[in-house]
């Protein structure tokens, strides 16, 4: 009981997302608001205010994420990519992700990228590399395309 406890304590939803918000912040823009709304967005997941993504994703968005079973899925619409990206964050702890490589063109905006952490459920640790995909309509996400691999 003790052992079990011990793991759930640290099993906290923390995030350590200042690698990404300081990539985000430091790469060159060649498109007013883009890399705003991803401050904006990756900030907002951060601090577990899911509700404030609402203004960064058109009506339609899509959310579509390949590879990682625990969060494997497809959705549209605004409401239901909220719904999915709230139930994926609170299986994950710990979150440690690191942009190696951040590329814009046009209106899209794709990071290669390392991320670990654990998984709340057995507190087994992941460690994953993965591309993220992000399309913009305007200043707002459009699509979000996530391909990870986990790395063990």
Known sequence: MIAQLT??????????FSAVLSAIKETPTTRAGHQEALHAVISAIAANDMEALERYFIE??????????????SWVGRSNVIAAAT???????????????????????VWLLLESGYLKEN???????????????????RRIEEFISPLH
């Open 60 to 73: 339609d968005v899509e959310l579509h994420i390949h590879g990682f079973a625990p969060i494997n899925g």
């Open 87 to 109: 139930r994926n964050f609170q299986k994950l702890s710990q979150q440690d992700p690191r942009i190696e490589t951040m590329v814009e063109q046009d209106d899209n905006i």
């Open 7 to 16: 793991i759930m304590e640290t099993m906290a939803e923390t995030r350590n």
């Open 123 to 141: 507190g087994q640790r992941y460690e994953l590399r993965g591309v993220i995909w992000w399309t913009f309509q305007g200043t707002q996400i």
